[in-house]
C-alpha cells in the first residue's frame, strides 16, 4: 500500500501552522505542503485571542524600546538574539497580514492604529476590536485557500511523530471521520499545536488545546525548555474561566478588591491616577504592570481576605463602567458581550467579576531561531515552541506576532530541508504499523481497559494547580511528581467504551489525556528543579531571583525509563544585562 | 450584580433538566434514535456543559465538537429545541423546566450523532474567492494600505463571520437544495467586495451572481436571524442583488460598456 | 466505510419554525399584490368607454366586490409592511464609521409611504 508523501507537513491548523503552510507555498511553490489538524483550521484556538498583536510601527517607538519590554517583562530569560530578530520582523509580519485583508482598526488618517498593553513603555499594539486573534485566524485561513499546493487533512489526529534514520520522516494519525489509520510520510515535519492550558483545572484555553505537539517531541527525544513558566492572566471570569482581555485596561479599566479599592498599589506596581486624569491609564504602571506581577497581587489580596468570595469563588473587580457604553462598544464590544453571557453582567453600568487564570505556556518544543529541534527534520513555531522570546513571564500581545514571525520562519526553514532530503516511505510505512496496532487494541480490537478518563483528567487538573499553581513551594511540588507519575501509569490503560470509527471523540481524548500527562510531569519536574524565583515561577520557599544559577534555560529531557531528567542551557545575553524588573516608578 | 452565577448552588443541588439526544451511528444504525438523560441543573450551566456532563458520567460514546466555550471558535453549533443555536451560549434556564431536545443541525448529512459533515461550506469558500485580490498590488515597504474608520465600517459586520453554519440551519432554500451557496459563503464574498483594497468584484460575481448565488435567495431573512455575531448574511445578499441589478441597467443603457 | 444520514425536509416545512410560516404568508401576499395588478390593467381596460367603465364600476359596488378589495387591502399592507421592515437589509446607510440603525432606515420608508398615501388620496377625494 502506497502513503501519500508531502515535502512539508505542518501538524496544526492554527496562527503559526497557516503562516509556515502559506510562507512555503508562497517561496516554493514547487513543494507539497500537508496541513494536519485535528479540528478545522479556522477552529484553532488562535481564534480566541482578543486584545491584539505588538509590533512597533509609530514614530515615537523604536525597535529597543519594545526589546526592553519583552526582555525585562520576560525576567530577563529570553533569548535576546532572538527577540531581537523577533522586534526587527514583527511590523513586517502584521503589515504582511494588512495586505492579506486583516480588519486592523484604524486611526482617522487610515493608519493602523495601535492601543496600549500590559508592561509596555509605549503603546504598540495592533488590533481588531477586541477580536484580533479570530480576524487574524480567518484572514490567513482564507488566504491559505488560494495557494494549491497546501493539501488539508482537517480532523485528523496526529498521535505519533515517525523518527527514522534519525530524522523526523512522518506522522501516525487517524482521519477522524472514518477511524483510518494512516501515515503520512513527510520530509520535514513543523509541529504548530499550540499550548496545553487544559492541564490546569481553570484556564482560558480551548478544549483542544492538551499540549499535543510537547508531549510528541517530547516522546520523539526532544528536549521541553522552560516548561515551569506558566502565565495566569490576571482577568478571567470565574466560574468558565473566560478570558476579559487585556485591552479592557488598556482602555482604561480598573482593578478594584472588595473595599473598592485599587488594590495594585500595594504591590509596588505604582501610584494610581484617578480615572479622568488625561494621563490615565499610565504605562507600564498599575493595571498595565505585567501579567504575573497582577496576578500575584491578586493571591495576596486572597491570602489576606481583600477578596470576594461567594459561590462563583473568589474574585475582584474589573471596573470599565467609567468608560462609557459609547467607547465600550467601539474599543471592546466582545468583553460586553462575554460578561453579559456568562457572568450576567452588564460593564457599562456593573463591574466585571474577575480573577487570575492559566493562560499561557512560556515554555515548550525547544527550538533554535529557525524554527529548528535538535531532531533533523522537526521544527515547531507558535506557543508549543519555546525560542525562547517569552523567557518567564510572556509580554502581552506578542504571542499572536510570535505566530508569525516564527511561523514563517519554520516554514521557510523547513521547506529548505525539505528539498536537501528524500523520504523512506516503505521504512516510516512499517515503523508506523507497530503505532497503529496499539490505537486498534485501545478501542476497536481491544477490550475496554480500566482508567476512566474524566476521573484521572480531574485528577491531573487539580494536582497541577496544587502544586504549579501562582505560588510553588518544594513540598507540593514533589508531591504533584508523584501524583502524575501514579497517574502516568493509569493512562496506559484507559477506558474506552466507544467502540466506533467514525469520529470517536472517546479515543481522541484517551490519547489527549496522554499528551496531558506527559506535559504536566514535564512542567511539574522543571518547576521542582528551579529552586529560584523569576517572572511566572514563584516559589514561596526562595523568593528571590538567583541568576548565578538560574539564569539558564531548564531542558526536561525524555529518560530511557520514561522519567525526564532536567539540565539546564545557558540564556543568550546580547545588549540587556539582567537588571530590576521595574513598574510604577 | 452576577445573581445568574451567584444564585445557583445552595438549594439547585438536587434539580435536574431531562435532555432529549439525536443519536446516530453510521456503522450499526440506519435510521436515528433519540436517548434521554437527567442532568444536573444549574443556572449557569449552558447545553454544552450539559453534553459534556453525560458524556464524562454516563455514556463516553456521545459524539459531538466543541473547544473554545466562548462563542468564536464556531464548532458546537445544534438544533436546541427546533432552533440552531451555539450550544455554549445556550442557556439550560432557558427551558427549565421544560426537556431540551439536541439534534445536529439541520439541512446537513450527519456523520455521527451531533456532528454534521460541512464538506460542502469548505468547496463553496474556495469557488466564492474568500481573500484579499488587491486593487493595487502593494509592496510591504510601503506599509499598509490606508482605509479610513469609515471604509472598514463598510465591510466589518460582514467579517465576522464564524462559519458555524447556523444560517445554513436556518435557511429553507438551502435545505431544499443545497447547491444554493448560502448565506455565509455569499456574506463572506461581499465582506471583500466591499473592502477598499480589494479589486475583484467581477472575479466573484461568476459564482456570487450566478443562479446558485444571491439570485437564488427568496430573502426568508432568517439567516441573519439567527446568526449569533450580527453578521446580517441576508443584507450582504440583497446588496448582492442590488450590485447585480445596477450592473445590468448600467450594461446596458451604457452599451459602451463603462462599469 | 461510514454513511451520512440525510434528513430531507417535510412537504410542510414552512410550518416549522415561525420565522418560516411569517415568510410564507409575506410570499402569499405578494400573489394579492400581483393579482391586484393585474385588476387594475383591466379597470384601465374598460375605461376605454363610458359605458364599459360604468357597467364595471356597478359591478365594484357588490358586497363580493367590496368584500374582495378589504381582503387585497389587508394582504397588500401586510406585504407593504414586511417588506419596508426588511427594506434596510438592502439598503445599508452609513454615517461616517457608523451604521444608521435599521429602524431608522425602515421608518423612513414608511414615512415616504405615508406621504405618497396621503398626496394619492388628496388627489382623489380633493
New interface residues.
Given amino acids: 500500500m502506497t502513503i501519500p508523501v508531502h515535502d512539508v507537513l505542518i501538524v496544526g491548523g492554527g496562527g503559526a501552522g497557516l503562516r509556515a503552510a502559506i510562507a512555503i507555498a508562497e517561496t516554493s511553490p514547487e513543494l507539497s505542503v500537508a496541513v494536519v489538524s485535528k479540528?478545522?483550521p479556522?477552529?484553532?484556538?488562535t481564534?480566541?485571542a482578543e486584545g491584539g498583536s505588538a509590533a512597533v510601527i509609530k514614530d515615537e517607538d523604536s525597535l529597543d524600546h519594545h526589546c526592553n519590554d519583552t526582555i525585562g517583562g520576560g525576567d530577563w530569560l529570553c533569548d535576546q538574539d532572538a527577540v531581537e530578530l523577533f522586534v526587527n520582523e514583527a511590523p513586517?509580519e502584521l503589515?504582511?497580514l494588512?495586505?492579506?485583508?486583516c480588519?486592523?482598526?484604524?486611526?482617522?488618517?487610515?493608519?493602523?492604529a495601535v492601543r496600549p498593553f500590559g508592561g509596555m513603555k509605549i503603546k504598540r499594539t495592533w488590533f481588531a476590536a477586541d477580536?484580533t486573534g479570530?480576524?487574524m485566524l480567518?484572514t490567513l485561513f482564507?488566504?491559505s485557500?488560494?495557494y494549491d499546493p497546501v493539501k488539508r487533512y482537517?480532523e485528523w489526529f496526529v498521535f505519533d511523530l515517525i523518527v527514522q534514520d534519525g530524522r523526523c520522516q512522518g506522522v501516525a494519525a487517524i482521519e477522524q471521520?472514518?477511524g483510518r489509520l494512516q501515515t503520512i510520510a513527510a520530509k520535514a515535519v513543523i509541529l504548530c499545536t499550540g499550548g496545553a492550558g487544559r492541564i490546569f483545572p481553570f484556564t482560558t484555553n480551548?478544549?483542544?488545546k492538551n499540549g499535543d505537539g510537547m508531549a510528541l517531541a517530547y516522546r520523539a527525544g526532544v528536549p521541553l525548555k522552560d516548561m515551569e513558566f506558566v502565565q495566569y492572566h490576571p482577568t478571567g471570569l470565574?466560574?468558565?474561566g473566560?478570558?476579559i482581555t487585556e485591552a479592557s485596561r488598556g482602555e482604561g479599566g480598573i482593578l478594584l478588591n472588595k473595599h473598592g479599592r485599587r488594590y495594585l498599589q500595594d504591590h509596588d506596581l505604582g501610584t494610581p491616577l484617578d480615572v479622568n486624569d488625561p494621563n490615565h491609564p499610565q504605562l507600564k504602571s498599575m493595571e498595565l504592570g505585567p501579567r504575573d506581577r497582577l496576578s500575584q497581587a491578586f493571591y495576596h489580596e486572597r491570602e489576606t481576605g481583600n477578596v470576594f468570595e461567594?459561590?462563583?469563588g473568589t474574585y475582584v473587580h474589573l471596573d470599565v463602567t467609567h468608560l462609557g457604553e459609547k467607547k465600550i462598544n467601539k474599543k471592546i464590544p466582545?468583553v460586553r458581550?462575554?460578561a453579559k453571557?456568562?457572568?450576567?453582567?452588564d460593564c457599562v453600568h456593573?463591574?466585571i467579576?474577575v480573577r487570575p487564570v492559566v493562560h499561557y505556556m512560556m515554555g515548550g518544543v525547544h527550538t533554535d531561531i529557525h524554527g529548528a529541534t535538535p531532531l533533523p527534520g522537526l521544527y515547531a513555531a507558535g506557543e508549543c515552541a519555546c525560542v525562547s522570546i517569552n523567557g518567564a513571564n510572556r509580554l502581552g500581545s506578542n504571542s499572536l506576532t510570535e505566530l508569525l514571525v516564527f511561523g514563517r520562519r519554520a516554514g521557510a526553514s523547513a521547506a529548505a530541508f525539505a528539498k536537501e532530503n528524500s523520504v523512506d516511505a516503505d521504512a516510516v510505512e512499517s515503523q508506523a504499523q507497530a503505532r497503529a496496532d496499539r490505537i486498534k487494541s485501545m478501542y476497536a480490537e481491544g477490550k475496554e481497559g480500566e482508567g476512566a478518563?474524566?476521573e484521572i483528567r480531574d485528577a491531573l487538573v487539580d494536582t497541577t494547580e496544587e502544586g504549579a499553581g501562582i505560588y510553588r513551594e518544594q513540598k507540593k511540588l514533589d508531591a504533584t511528581c508523584e501524583v502524575i507519575r501514579e497517574l502516568k501509569a493509569r493512562v496506559k490503560d484507559l477506558?474506552?467504551?466507544?467502540r466506533?470509527?467514525?469520529?470517536?471523540?472517546?479515543l481522541t481524548s484517551a490519547l489527549e489525556l496522554e499528551f496531558m500527562v506527559d506535559t504536566a510531569e514535564a512542567l511539574a519536574f522543571s518547576a521542582a528543579a528551579r529552586k529560584e524565583s523569576r517572572g511566572a515561577h514563584q516559589r514561596l520557599d526562595h523568593p528571590e531571583r538567583d541568576d548565578d544559577k538560574y539564569m539558564r534555560h531548564s531542558m526536561a529531557h525524555r529518560k530511557e525509563d520514561g522519567d525526564p531528567k532536567i539540565d539546564y542551557l545557558d540564556v543568550v545575553i546580547t545588549r540587556w544585562p539582567p537588571g530590576d524588573r521595574v513598574y510604577g516608578k | 450584580?452576577?445573581?445568574?452565577?451567584?444564585?445557583?448552588?445552595?438549594s439547585g443541588a438536587e434539580k435536574t433538566i431531562t435532555l432529549e439526544v439525536f443519536r446516530y451511528?453510521?456503522?450499526?444504525d440506519s435510521e436515528p434514535r433519540y436517548d434521554t438523560y437527567e442532568v444536573p441543573y444549574k443556572q449557569?450551566w449552558v447545553v454544552l456543559d450539559a453534553l459534556n456532563w453525560i458524556?464524562?458520567?454516563v455514556d463516553?460514546?456521545l459524539?459531538?465538537?466543541?473547544?473554545?466555550?466562548?462563542?468564536?471558535?464556531?464548532?458546537c453549533g445544534m438544533m436546541v429545541n427546533g432552533e440552531p443555536e451555539l450550544t455554549c451560549?445556550s442557556f439550560l434556564r432557558d427551558h427549565y423546566p421544560n426537556k431540551i431536545r439536541v439534534e445536529p443541525l439541520s439541512h446537513f448529512p450527519v456523520?455521527?450523532?451531533l456532528?454534521i459533515?460541512?464538506d460542502d461550506f469548505?468547496h463553496k469558500?474556495?469557488d466564492v474567492?474568500?481573500?484579499?485580490i488587491?486593487k493595487e498590488p502593494?509592496n510591504?515597504e510601503d506599509?499598509?494600505?490606508?482605509?479610513?474608520?469609515a471604509?472598514?465600517a463598510e465591510?466589518?459586520d460582514f467579517?465576522?463571520?464564524?462559519?458555524c453554519m447556523l444560517c445554513y440551519s436556518a435557511c429553507p432554500v438551502y435545505g431544499l437544495d443545497s447547491t444554493f451557496v448560502g448565506p455565509a459563503a455569499l456574506a463572506?464574498g461581499q465582506r471583500?467586495n466591499l473592502?477598499s483594497?480589494?479589486g475583484a468584484e467581477d472575479e466573484r460575481a461568476d459564482v456570487i451572481q450566478s443562479d446558485h448565488g444571491v439570485w437564488h435567495c427568496t430573502f426568508v431573512g432568517a439567516c441573519s436571524k439567527v446568526c449569533p455575531k450580527s453578521v446580517d448574511p441576508a443584507g450582504a445578499i440583497q446588496m448582492g442583488k442590488v450590485k447585480g441589478t445596477t450592473d445590468w441597467i448600467k450594461s446596458k443603457l451604457l452599451p459602451w460598456g463603462s462599469k | 466505510?461510514?454513511k451520512d444520514y440525510i434528513r430531507p425536509m417535510s412537504k410542510t416545512w414552512y410550518m416549522e419554525r415561525s420565522y418560516w410560516r411569517r415568510f410564507m404568508v409575506r410570499e402569499l401576499t405578494s400573489a394579492f399584490v400581483a393579482i391586484y395588478c393585474v385588476f387594475l390593467l383591466y379597470a384601465a381596460y374598460q375605461a376605454k368607454s363610458a359605458d364599459s367603465f360604468s357597467v364595471f364600476f356597478e359591478y365594484l359596488k357588490k358586497p363580493a366586490s367590496l368584500i374582495w378589495h378589504f381582503v387585497v387591502f389587508l394582504m397588500v399592507t401586510w406585504h407593504t409592511i414586511t417588506w419596508f421592515a426588511a427594506a434596510p437589509k438592502a439598503l445599508r446607510v452609513y454615517k461616517g464609521e457608523d451604521r444608521v440603525p435599521e429602524p431608522i432606515v425602515a421608518g423612513a420608508h414608511f414615512a415616504a409611504w405615508l406621504v405618497v398615501s396621503l398626496v394619492v388620496a388628496w388627489l382623489v377625494m380633493g
Avoid at chain 2, 451511528?25 to 450499526?28: Q, R, V
Wanted: charged share 25%; glycine share 6%.
Fill in positions: 479540528v478545522y479556522m477552529r484553532s484556538h481564534v480566541s513586517k503589515t504582511q494588512e495586505h492579506w485583508g480588519p486592523w482598526s484604524r486611526e482617522p488618517d487610515g493608519s493602523v477580536k479570530f480576524h480567518h482564507q488566504t485557500l488560494k482537517d471521520k472514518t480551548a478544549a483542544i470565574p466560574g468558565t473566560i478570558l461567594d459561590a462563583m466582545f458581550a462575554t453571557n456568562y457572568a450576567g453582567v456593573e463591574p467579576p478518563i474524566a477506558k474506552v467504551t466507544d466506533s470509527k467514525t469520529f470517536n471523540t472517546q | 450584580m452576577a445573581s445568574n452565577a451567584a444564585t445557583t448552588n445552595g451511528l453510521p456503522d450499526e449557569e458524556k464524562d458520567n463516553g460514546s459524539t459531538y465538537r466543541w473547544s473554545c466555550r466562548m462563542a468564536v471558535c464556531g464548532s451560549s456523520m455521527r450523532d456532528v459533515n460541512m469548505m469558500m474556495e474567492k474568500t481573500w484579499l488587491p502593494r510591504l506599509g499598509e494600505y490606508r482605509q479610513s474608520p471604509e472598514l465591510y466589518k467579517s465576522m463571520c464564524i462559519n463572506l471583500y473592502d483594497r480589494d | 466505510m461510514s
